[in-house]
Structure formats: structure tokens, C-alpha cells
């Protein structure tokens, strides 16, 4: 296992699990920034460089920093986020049991026992030719389904607004 | 450890951590960052069979991840917006507080 997989590995994991258990949500979004850059050089080290970039550009340019825009326009609620619900002991069995599972079948599977492929050489041509090729229709019910998500978003975040006035 | 078993590990422990994060917390924000963190687990489990699969050039584990998070732009939009809906309802980001349907 190479070195950089597992330094970014770790890198992830610290983030992910910092940006559940801070208190500050300001804090908790930026280390889900840091777990998200992470997972994207881990994309790159495996090989999937447009995937990685895009990583960067829509979890770090985009999501982040929504998020953040959300937490700054519910900022009057409970900033710091530090209530714990009552039933955390419930949700430690259910996740450790949900990871038990998935790390016993991961152990027992056949296809962690096979050898290391060569690394795969993809361009960004053939991504785009597969795109706007074999992958056409399904390009284009991303491009509805991200247009409707959007128009329903911003119907939704206004019409309290319209009710208010 | 072959690198498929150490993606796939990775993976599992993302999805782990964010499925805490949205049980355990009660901030709606903090349940969408959860929510996020599990998409870009099985996104993971995407590129590592892609990578480490038999057939990579067909690029179909690729072309998965990039409508997945394509996917998950529209369900971050469509969540902020709905918290951001919920807090002028209510005055609060707490999910516990949301418990019924007519306001």
C-alpha cells in the first residue's frame, strides 16, 4: 500500500470525523473541506484526475461554500450546534454495527484478493467523447434534473418571504 | 492489504463517520454535512472498482462518480434550501424541533 494513500487516507478520515465532533460549525465546515481535498487527492492517486478536479471545483468551490452561506443566514439558532441528541448510544450501536458489517464483508469478499491492475489511461478526450456519446442521454436528465433542483430550491428558500410581505 | 481492500476500508469508515454525523447530531446542518460525507464514500467505492475492476476502459465507474456528484449539487442545494425554509419557519436549525406537518 503506497505511503501517499495512506497519509491522504488518514488526512480524510481526521477531517471527516473533526467536522462531526467540533462544536463551532464554522470550524466543522472547514475541516469538511479538508476531508473533501483529502478524497480528491485520493481520486488522483487513483488514477481519476477529471473526477478528482471536479471534486475540487463542486464539493470545495460549490457545496462548501452553501453551506457556509447556510449557516451564516441561520446564524441566530444555536451557532455552536452543541446539543447532543438524548439517543447517542443508540446511534453508536447502530453505526459501529453498520461498520462491522461493511469491513467483515469487505474482509471476506473475493474481489479484495485479486492483483493490482496497471493503471487504466484515460484522457479528458475520451471522457468527453464518452459523454456526449454512450453516456448522452444520461447527460442530458442531469442537466433537467439539476435545472429543476435549482428552480425548486430557490422557490422553496422564498416563499416565506412572499407570505411575510 | 491489496489497494482495492485499503479504498474499500476508506470507504466503509467515511460512510461510518457520516452516519454518525447525521444520527447523532441534531443541527440540520450538521445532518446535511453527514449526508455528504456518505455520498462521497460510495462515491470512493465508484473510482475504486473502476480502478482496480476488470474493465477500465469502459470508464462506466467514472462517468457513475461524475453524475453522482452531479447528484449530490442538486441534493446540497435543494437541502440548504430547505433549512434555510425551516429556520424562518421555526427560528431554529434543531431537527428535533420540527415535529409536525402543518406548522
Not at chain 1, 467483515?104 to 489511461?121: K, L
Not at chain 1, 448522452?136 to 407570505?163: D, H, M, N, S, Y
Amino acid at each position: 500500500m503506497p505511503l501517499l494513500f495512506t497519509i491522504f487516507a488518514i488526512v480524510t478520515v481526521a477531517g471527516a470525523a473533526a467536522a462531526i465532533c467540533l462544536r463551532n460549525l464554522v470550524h466543522s465546515v472547514l475541516a469538511l473541506i479538508v476531508a473533501f481535498a483529502g478524497l480528491a487527492v485520493v481520486y488522483l492517486l487513483l488514477g481519476a484526475q477529471f473526477v478528482g478536479f471536479a471534486q475540487v471545483l463542486v464539493y470545495i468551490g460549490a457545496v462548501a461554500i452553501l453551506i457556509v452561506f447556510a449557516i451564516l443566514l441561520t446564524r441566530n439558532s444555536d451557532i455552536t450546534g452543541a446539543r447532543i441528541g438524548g439517543s447517542w448510544a443508540w446511534s453508536g450501536v447502530v453505526v459501529a454495527g453498520v461498520f462491522a458489517v461493511l469491513a467483515w464483508s469487505i474482509h471476506n469478499s473475493s474481489v479484495s484478493h485479486g492483483a493490482a491492475a496497471p493503471q487504466p489511461a484515460t484522457s479528458t478526450q475520451q471522457i468527453g467523447s464518452a459523454l456526449m456519446q454512450q453516456f448522452a442521454l444520461p447527460l442530458e436528465v442531469i442537466g433537467l434534473l439539476l435545472t429543476a433542483a435549482l428552480i425548486g430550491a430557490v422557490t422553496i428558500a422564498l416563499r416565506e418571504q412572499k407570505e411575510a410581505r | 492489504m491489496t489497494p482495492l481492500t485499503a479504498c474499500l476500508l476508506l470507504s466503509a469508515l467515511l460512510f461510518a463517520i457520516g452516519l454518525a454525523g447525521a444520527l447523532v447530531r441534531r443541527n440540520s446542518i450538521l445532518v446535511l454535512i453527514g449526508i455528504e460525507l456518505m455520498l462521497n464514500a460510495a462515491n470512493l467505492n465508484f473510482i475504486a472498482f473502476w480502478r482496480y475492476g476488470p474493465n477500465p476502459e469502459a470508464l462506466t465507474g467514472m462517468m457513475f462518480a461524475v453524475f453522482s456528484i452531479a447528484v449530490a449539487a442538486a441534493e446540497a442545494a435543494v437541502g440548504l434550501a430547505l433549512i434555510i425554509s425551516l429556520y424562518r419557519h421555526l427560528k431554529s436549525a434543531n431537527i428535533d424541533e420540527v415535529n409536525s406537518m402543518s406548522g
